[in-house]
């Protein structure tokens, strides 16, 4: 499928589930929904550095955070509407997202995953020591309860959230067939030898952690209308960094098809664990089949599934060769 | 200007307590990923379950903390090894530590947390021995023994592994595993079993700097998160694997930490022990007595 092609088909089968959801009566799917749509987009851009390029990012809660604050502050300046929220959310989250690419240089492996780690909490504690935005104690945020042509405010924001989850794929896609994700590929595989060929990897890298970052803060602008009350603790929330990582890791991280089974997986698992069991259990089933999948299928979902397809061809190959070679086979030697 | 400067030498010293408490903490970095190249983010995790094996003990037997740390050395010890045989059998035997091995450490940090909040709850828990309340004075200088015996413990700590490193063929063994795996297999010695003893060493002392953590404070399950940065600021900034540097760097840590909670008040000091470990991976990743 052609880039432009895949864009439109992203389109149309976004637009169809929007149609199809709104025929749900039930509140409780968008609030659902939106967690879901957003874990979406926080895995796809997490993917976009971590499975494209292979650096791994534990600071995907900064960045998510850092667009959800710079809502936060904007609120208390002057009202602007939410899809401009979500532009300066991106915007800000990007600009940091350049800078650590910069760690890059001289970081990699594990260092460069400690450092996005300590990124995070030095993010925290600025916003912690922030009074304008609340500091330790919060901010408080009054969304409209209605909006125009949808009605319900938190339709809305479902809308804005499936519009960032068909930009995200449509960009994680296209990336994947561009020039620039064959130079990622390369990147992963060995950075020096890329360098050596003349991939130009720090400006590569540099892309990148821009878009990954820019991406979560898209993610995170949204979240002071939908939490209505927002903290450093819940803003900061390891889930976020743990859900971003946990979910290509199962779906697989070789393509755009995999952080989007992970989070449809994971995030409604939990949403249906939230319900019926305790939100508490949440993580834990998360570490569990972050850990078991690493273990056990490395490649997640995808790649779980690329094996079974290979066996069903290679087990229909073979009852073709018995058909047609296993008689020849027997009548050439008569033991 | 004498109340101040009696204020700085009291953060001081109150920060070189805290810097010893810190080494403890972050030797079993300083083993798995110094010396063996295993990026053990979890193990903050293994010190929260030390401080709540140690509260186990002593809130039903009244056993000393610090006592219950050294009776559980062995069972932590058995725990790494256990781990570092998964670790070992699914990521290194396959060369695909690094990313997924990362993954690894992340899920069973989260693993830990979550399970002891569903058996403890989010309540802080504390220890009761006889030297946790008791200050000695002297004269601007405050010293709480809840400070002091970790200190002290954790100073002795460090003297043992630093002897059994460089006096064991074990020890030695250990150290030679980061350094040159091929030359140690032709001395006969296999390096997957000398880095499961290594792995369990560093597991075991998060038994100790579990006791000492719930001295020092109460303990809740989350709270490990933030030594993530502490013990790998330390690490890093002490020169990976080297034992001097890294109680220099601990102390270090410790005391700016303490100096800034003192003049701008504790909401800035995780700040601190991140900042420095921004600023030391950015300018000097090979740490302040590092090897390379």
């Known amino acids: 499928m052609r880039p432009a092609t895949f864009w439109l088909a992203?389109?149309?089968?976004?637009?169809?589930?929007?149609?199809?959801?709104?025929?749900?009566?039930?509140?409780?799917?968008?609030?659902?929904?939106?967690?879901?749509?957003?874990?979406?987009?926080?895995?796809?851009?997490?993917?976009?550095?971590?499975?494209?390029?292979?650096?791994?990012?534990?600071?995907?809660?900064?960045?998510?955070?850092?667009?959800?604050?710079?809502?936060?502050?904007?609120?208390?300046?002057?009202?602007?509407?939410?899809?401009?929220?979500?532009?300066?959310?991106?915007?800000?989250?990007?600009?940091?997202?350049?800078?650590?690419?910069?760690?890059?240089?001289?970081?990699?492996?594990?260092?460069?995953?400690?450092?996005?780690?300590?990124?995070?909490?030095?993010?925290?504690?600025?916003i912690t020591n922030w009074e304008f935005v609340g500091g330790s104690r919060g901010a408080y945020i009054l969304r409209p309860a209605q909006v125009p042509l949808l009605g319900n405010y938190i339709i809305y924001l479902f809308l804005v959230m499936l519009v960032l989850s068909v930009l995200a794929i449509g960009i994680a896609r296209s990336i994947e067939r561009s020039r620039l994700g064959f130079g990622f590929a390369a990147i992963r595989d060995d950075e020096q030898a890329a360098e050596a060929a003349g991939v130009p990897t720090l400006r590569l890298k540099l892309a990148a952690t821009t878009l990954s970052g820019a991406l979560m803060g898209m993610a995170g602008a949204p979240l002071p209308y939908y939490v209505t009350y927002l903290d450093p603790a819940s803003g900061f929330n390891l889930a976020y960094a743990v859900n971003s990582i946990a979910m290509p890791l199962i779906g697989g991280m070789t393509s755009w098809v995999g952080p989007l089974i992970g989070a449809l997986f994971l995030g409604t698992v939990q949403q249906l664990a939230t319900v019926t069991i305790s939100s508490a259990l949440n993580l834990l089933i998360v570490g569990l089949l972050l850990v078991a999948f690493v273990v056990i299928a490395p490649n997640g979902i995808v790649g779980l599934f690329n094996a079974f397809l290979a066996s069903i061809r290679e087990r229909g190959l073979r009852k073709h060769w018995k058909r047609a070679g296993g008689d020849a086979v027997r009548r050439e030697s008569p033991r | 200007m004498g109340v101040s400067l009696d204020l700085l030498l009291g953060a001081v010293v109150a920060g070189v307590l805290l810097g010893g408490f810190y080494a403890a903490v972050s030797v079993g970095i300083a083993i798995s990923f110094g010396m063996l190249d295993i990026v053990n983010i979890a193990h903050p995790a293994f010190i929260i379950l030390g401080s709540y094996a140690a509260y186990i003990v002593n809130s039903s037997f009244g056993l000393d903390p610090v006592v219950t740390a050294i009776v559980m050395l062995p069972v932590f010890f058995v725990l790494g090894a256990a781990v570092y045989e998964i670790y070992y059998a699914v990521f290194e035997r396959r060369g695909d530590e690094a990313l997924r091995g990362l993954a690894f450490f992340f899920g069973l940090l989260f693993i830990v947390e979550v399970a002891?909040?569903?058996?403890?709850?989010?309540?802080?828990?504390?220890?009761?021995?006889?030297?946790?309340?008791?200050?000695?004075?002297?004269?601007?200088?405050?010293?709480?023994?809840?400070?002091?015996?970790?200190?002290?413990?954790?100073?002795?700590?460090?003297?043992?592994?630093?002897?059994?490193?460089?006096?064991?063929?074990?020890?030695?063994?250990?150290?030679?595993?980061?350094?040159?795996?091929?030359?140690?297999?032709?001395?006969?010695?296999?390096?997957?079993?000398?880095?499961?003893?290594?792995?369990?060493?560093?597991?075991?002392?998060?038994?100790?700097?579990?006791?000492f953590l719930i001295i020092i404070q109460?303990?809740?399950?989350?709270?490990?998160?933030?030594?993530?940065?502490?013990?790998?600021?330390?690490?890093?900034?002490?020169?990976?694997?080297?034992?001097?540097?890294?109680?220099?760097?601990?102390?270090?840590?410790?005391?700016?930490?303490?100096?800034?909670?003192?003049?701008?008040?504790?909401?800035?000091?995780?700040?601190?022990?991140?900042?420095?470990?921004?600023?030391?991976?950015?300018?000097?990743?090979?740490?302040?007595?590092?090897?390379?």
Request: glycine letters at 12%.
């Open chain 1, 10 to 126: 992203a389109v149309v089968v976004g637009a169809a589930f929007f149609g199809l959801s709104l025929q749900v009566p039930n509140q409780y799917y968008f609030q659902a929904g939106y967690v879901v749509l957003q874990y979406i987009v926080l895995a796809t851009a997490w993917n976009i550095l971590g499975g494209y390029t292979g650096y791994v990012n534990f600071g995907t809660a900064a960045f998510f955070a850092l667009g959800a604050y710079s809502t936060v502050a904007l609120y208390k300046l002057l009202p602007l509407p939410l899809p401009v929220l979500v532009m300066i959310g991106g915007g800000v989250s990007g600009v940091v997202g350049f800078g650590m690419g910069y760690l890059t240089l001289r970081l990699r492996g594990a260092f460069f995953s400690i450092a996005t780690l300590a990124l995070a909490v030095v993010m925290q504690t600025l």
């Open chain 2, 116 to 211: 002891l909040i569903l058996v403890f709850g989010v309540d802080y828990r504390f220890v009761e021995a006889r030297y946790i309340g008791p200050t000695l004075h002297y004269g601007p200088i405050d010293l709480p023994l809840r400070m002091l015996v970790p200190f002290a413990v954790s100073i002795l700590l460090m003297a043992g592994l630093q002897l059994y490193l460089s006096r064991t063929f074990t020890g030695r063994a250990i150290m030679a595993v980061s350094q040159d795996r091929l030359a140690l297999q032709l001395m006969s010695a296999s390096p997957a079993k000398i880095k499961r003893i290594a792995f369990g060493i560093s597991i075991a002392t998060a038994a100790l700097a579990g006791a």
């Open chain 2, 218 to 292: 109460p303990v809740e399950p989350s709270i490990g998160r933030d030594y993530i940065g502490r013990v790998f600021a330390i690490t890093v900034l002490g020169g990976l694997g080297s034992f001097p540097g890294m109680l220099a760097a601990a102390v270090l840590l410790g005391v700016v930490e303490s100096i800034t909670a003192t003049f701008y008040g504790p909401s800035w000091s995780p700040a601190v022990a991140f900042g420095v470990l921004l600023l030391t991976l950015a300018f000097r990743p090979s740490g302040i007595m590092g090897r390379r």
